[in-house]
């Protein structure tokens, strides 16, 4: 009969009410979701009443509003890009960001806090979406991402550009886990652009995405985040390429002891010298290599089981499904967040000098690390506090730099 539905389009309508009533009930079984929408609503109000009535700090803004305008105003030799705090650092990405960012406030505090408490919040937002992705965390401790007074005053009291550099970081993370491994990488080499610190996640994610791409799909990720650097620094590498590539990725550098947070409690002649960074990053490299091989590839048989079996992966489609079973216990999205957040925390734990702001580069994955551990729920809580407390407490002390220390180390 005309116009009559058919046996088979009633079942795909009955079936279409029965995924949406399924997927309302889910919503309503797993609370995570609706709670981190309330937190991202309780913490912009927080963030609107920190900007009206928390006096602002002035640390670097003018400094970077130097350096930017001797780039706006056509300045190409990096040596001579200076603020009142020194020369500029930062790769050429910086620029760029913070060009934008005055160009919307006018190089105004007021408007540009009013900026960055919005890109605090799309922070937070991605990184909740990071948490509820992995399930690690149960749904009520997702408000500790939310209760860090250090957090709140780098972004939207001191507005470094950690800031711009972690949130497009964890952008980069959300990518990965909906496999978007190119797109990735190239938000991940703008985060580079912004601050190298984020190369504290590069080991690990080279191990991820051998694992979840083809050799080919490798080279053209690995290719496509070369030229983000490329085409970002490109004013200044064709004009004094020595200049902007001794400044900008400088690694060398030494910070001052007194600024440190961590290994306070060293004595400032050793804190400063070459033997004891060489130490750092010896420790440094061997936990890597510990990690990978016990934990990062331990399916694979270490990380000479997964060489050996490296002709496997070069038969594998570029896109790997999470779902494949061939590769289900290797590429979960668990283990992505976990190697990625503890390949950086390796990093900040052997780092010589961390700064207050620096305190960005690890605070995200506090929470997520605490929960993959095998400690009770209390005991989590009272390092997560410790922790805290410690970035807190200024300026920092041989006790609180070994406390900190301490924790960390309880923790790897």
């Known amino acids: 009969m005309a116009g009559a539905s058919s046996p088979a389009s009633l079942r795909a309508s009955r079936s279409r009410r029965l995924g949406k009533e399924t997927n309302r009930s889910d919503l309503f079984k797993k609370p995570a979701v609706p709670f981190a929408f309330a937190l991202i609503l309780a913490d912009a109000i927080l963030v609107a ?13 003018d400094a970077y509003m130097s350096q930017v305008s001797g780039f706006l105003g056509g300045e190409r030799d990096y040596g001579n890009l200076k603020g009142d705090t020194g020369p500029l650092v930062y790769p050429a990405g910086f620029l760029y960001v913070y060009s934008a960012v005055q160009n919307l406030t006018g190089g105004e505090v007021y408007p540009a806090q009013i900026l960055f408490g919005v890109l605090y ?33 780098i972004f939207v ?10 949130t497009l970081l964890h952008a980069s993370m959300a990518l990965f886990l909906y496999r978007k491994w190119h797109l990735g990488m190239l938000v991940f080499s703008g985060a580079v652009s912004v601050k190298m610190n984020v190369l504290l996640y590069a080991p690990t994610l080279l191990l991820l995405l051998l694992k979840a791409m083809n050799i080919i799909g490798v080279v053209s990720a690995l290719a496509g985040a ?31 002891h007194f600024w440190s947070v961590n290994f306070k409690f060293v004595p ?64 979960t999205k668990e283990h992505v967040v976990t190697a990625m957040f503890v390949g950086n925390f390796i990093g900040i734990v052997f780092a010589r000098s961390l700064h207050y702001q620096f305190y960005s580069w690890y605070f995200y994955s506090l929470p997520y690390l605490l929960w993959r551990t095998p400690f009770p729920t209390w005991l989590r809580l009272i390092m997560f506090l410790g922790i805290e407390l410690c970035w807190n407490v200024y300026p920092s002390t041989p006790s609180s730099s070994g406390l900190l220390l301490c924790l960390h180390l309880i923790i790897l």
Not at 138 to 144: D, E, K, M, N, V
Not at 157 to 166: K, Q, S, Y
Not at 305 to 316: A, I, Q, V
């Open 268 to 331: 400032e002649r050793v804190f400063v010298s070459k033997e004891f960074a060489v130490c750092l990053l010896i420790a440094h490299l061997f936990l890597l290599v510990a990690f990978a091989n016990y934990k990062w590839c331990k399916h694979e048989g270490g990380i000479i089981g997964f060489m050996r079996s490296r002709h496997f992966f070069l038969t594998l489609p570029s896109s790997l499904s999470f779902s494949d079973v061939s590769a289900s216990r290797i590429i």
């Open 226 to 256: 070369a030229l983000v650097q490329i085409l970002v620094g490109l004013p200044f590498l064709i004009t004094y390429p020595v200049s902007y590539i001794a400044n900008a990725f400088d690694l060398g550098r030494v910070f001052i």
């Open 157 to 166: 009291l001191r507005l470094f550009n950690d800031c711009f550099a972690m």
């Open 49 to 61: 009443l920190i900007i009206a009535y928390v006096p602002y700090t002035k640390i670097d803004w």
């Open 121 to 153: 919040i799309v922070n937070l937002g991605i990184v909740l979406i990071i948490y509820v992705k992995t399930d690690v965390v149960p749904w009520w401790a997702l408000s500790l991402l939310c209760l860090s007074k250090r957090i709140h005053s």
